[in-house]
Nanobody
Framework: QVQLVESGGGLVQAGGSLRLSCAAS????????VGWFRQAPGKERDFVSA????????LYADSVKGRFTISRDIPRNTVYLQMNSLTSEDTAVYYC????????????????????WGQGTQVTVSS
């Protein structure tokens, strides 16, 4: 069982930056692909970004390309989401999720491929 905890959310002005962290306990994240998703009030939980277990492949939603960067720190068992040039459209609860693990060949934006989820961290961008 992989237990995930997000942190780094908060209130930021439009144009500002935040870095979200996704830390794992129980098991190392090194064999798991990790995705970030977000959910705004009254909307579906949407894909934001994902990184393969070895960092060789990264995916981004079109809405965040060029502004967000996903990375992983294996010794710290943590995955990061650096968010720059934030707008009010980025306001949401952000969740990290881990895939089924054991060195999956691919990484996906499909929510159903991620069985392990954190509790989420709120990001609010004021305009």
């Amino acid at each position: 069982q992989v237990q995930l905890v997000e942190s780094g959310g908060g209130l930021v002005q439009a144009g500002g930056s935040l870095r979200l962290s996704c830390a794992a306990s129980g098991r190392t994240l090194s064999s798991y692909g990790v995705g970030w998703f977000r959910q705004a009030p009254g909307k579906e939980r949407d894909f934001v970004s994902a990184i393969k277990w070895n960092g060789s492949t990264k995916l981004y939603a079109d809405s965040v390309k060029g502004r967000f960067t996903i990375s992983r720190d294996i010794p710290r068992n943590t995955v990061y989401l650096q968010m720059n040039s934030l707008t009010s459209e980025d306001t949401a609860v952000y969740y990290c999720a881990a895939d089924r693990g054991r060195f999956q060949d691919t990484i996906t934006a499909q929510r159903g491929a991620y069985p392990y989820w954190g509790q989420g961290t709120q990001v609010t961008v004021s305009s």
